[in-house]
């Protein structure tokens, strides 16, 4: 069974910055695509960053120029800057594999942007 696990959310002002990492215990890692994905109160999970195995990035308009997703192969890690934070960006972080190959969903991490 894949194990996603998430860390370095937190609690920062506007305008401040966090580093969250995703470890995946897929041994096909290297191969897969990955996706940074939010939930904010009342609203529906969305994707907001994805990466290619060959590390190429996608963003969603909202955090293009602001947010930069990266991977570790070696590390089975992908992680997530997120700069010029706004209150809007206020969710629980999760990493996955997009649709058709989303694996069980792990804990995600807390982000509180206040004003």
């Known amino acids: 069974q894949v194990h996603i696990v998430e860390s370095g959310g937190g609690l920062v002002q506007t305008g401040g910055s966090l580093r969250l990492s995703c470890v995946a215990s897929t041994i096909t890692f290297s191969t897969n695509v990955f996706g940074w994905y939010r939930q904010a109160p009342g609203n529906q999970r969305e994707l907001v960053a994805s990466?290619?195995?060959?590390?190429?990035?996608g963003y969603v308009d909202s955090v293009k120029g602001r947010f930069t997703i990266s991977r570790d192969n070696a590390k089975k890690t992908v992680y997530l800057q997120m700069n010029s934070l706004k209150p809007e960006d206020t969710a629980v972080y999760y990493c996955n594999r997009p649709p058709p190959y989303t694996l069980d969903w792990g804990q995600g991490t807390q982000v509180t942007v206040s004003s």
């Open positions: 990466i290619t195995s060959a590390g190429s990035p």
